[in-house]
């Protein structure tokens, strides 16, 4: 099967079940974030020293990216089609449970970081905004037809994740956090 199929050089694409929109639909928004976030996790984590103090991180970043993935694609799955990988409360719990995990580990913040530190650190601050705009294109398609809630509610938690992650490894790397500038 050839990467190129020539279908969309008019402007449309297909959702899961073949269904044809535009390229430029909320929908197509909502789905290509989410991979676009995925992408820059992947690259964060590129980034990353290799040694088996960070093989747990990497086996839960796996998890998160085939999560966001499944999200993609409940997001380019029609209203009243079969969802193949929905996202549960279960998942969000999960990234819950890993910021608290994390959190014990980390510094009081006394201040406003601002994104930056380590080249891991800053792509995951970076991966946290584009999860964010992931979160509200999901919302704003929502205002034109369903979404589960528990997806937007994941990639809101995501974000939080992110951020605390990005704070984990600056930390666990040894590199200071960039803080607001004092006047």
């Given at each position: 099967?050839?990467?190129?199929?020539?279908?969309?050089?008019?402007?449309?694409?297909?959702?899961?079940?073949?269904?044809?929109?535009?390229?430029?639909?909320?929908?197509?928004?909502?789905?290509?974030?989410?991979?676009?976030?995925?992408?820059?996790?992947?690259?964060?984590?590129?980034?990353?020293?290799?040694?088996?103090?960070?093989?747990?991180?990497?086996?839960?970043?796996?998890?998160?990216?085939?999560?966001?993935?499944?999200?993609?694609?409940?997001?380019?799955?029609?209203?009243?089609?079969?969802?193949?990988?929905?996202?549960?409360?279960?998942?969000?719990?999960?990234?819950?449970?890993?910021?608290?995990?994390?959190?014990?580990?980390?510094?009081?913040?006394?201040?406003?970081?601002?994104?930056?530190?380590?080249?891991?650190?800053?792509?995951l601050h970076?991966?946290?905004?584009?999860?964010?705009?992931?979160?509200?294109?999901?919302?704003?398609?929502?205002?034109?037809?369903?979404?589960?809630?528990?997806?937007?509610?994941?990639?809101?938690?995501?974000s939080d994740?992110?951020?605390?992650?990005?704070?984990?490894?600056?930390?666990?790397?040894?590199?200071?956090?960039?803080?607001?500038?004092?006047?």
């Open positions: 099967m050839k990467v190129y199929t020539k279908s969309g050089d008019k402007g449309d694409t297909s959702l899961v079940y073949g269904k044809r929109v535009s390229k430029a639909s909320a929908q197509v928004e909502a789905y290509g974030t989410c991979d676009e976030a995925n992408s820059m996790i992947g690259l964060a984590f590129s980034f990353l020293p290799d040694g088996e103090e960070w093989e747990q991180l990497q086996k839960t970043i796996h998890i998160i990216q085939t999560k966001l993935f499944h999200i993609g694609a409940e997001l380019s799955t029609p209203a009243g089609k079969n969802v193949k990988w929905p996202i549960e409360e279960a998942d969000v719990s999960f990234l819950e449970e890993e910021i608290d995990n994390m959190e014990t580990t980390l510094p009081v913040l006394t201040n406003f970081i601002l994104p930056g530190g380590s080249p891991t650190g800053a792509s970076s991966a946290r905004t584009i999860v964010r705009r992931a979160e509200r294109c999901a919302i704003a398609l929502h205002k034109k037809e369903p979404v589960n809630p528990i997806a937007i509610k994941y990639l809101n938690r995501l994740y992110l951020f605390v992650l990005a704070r984990h490894v600056n930390h666990r790397i040894g590199t200071t956090e960039p803080t607001l500038h004092q006047d």
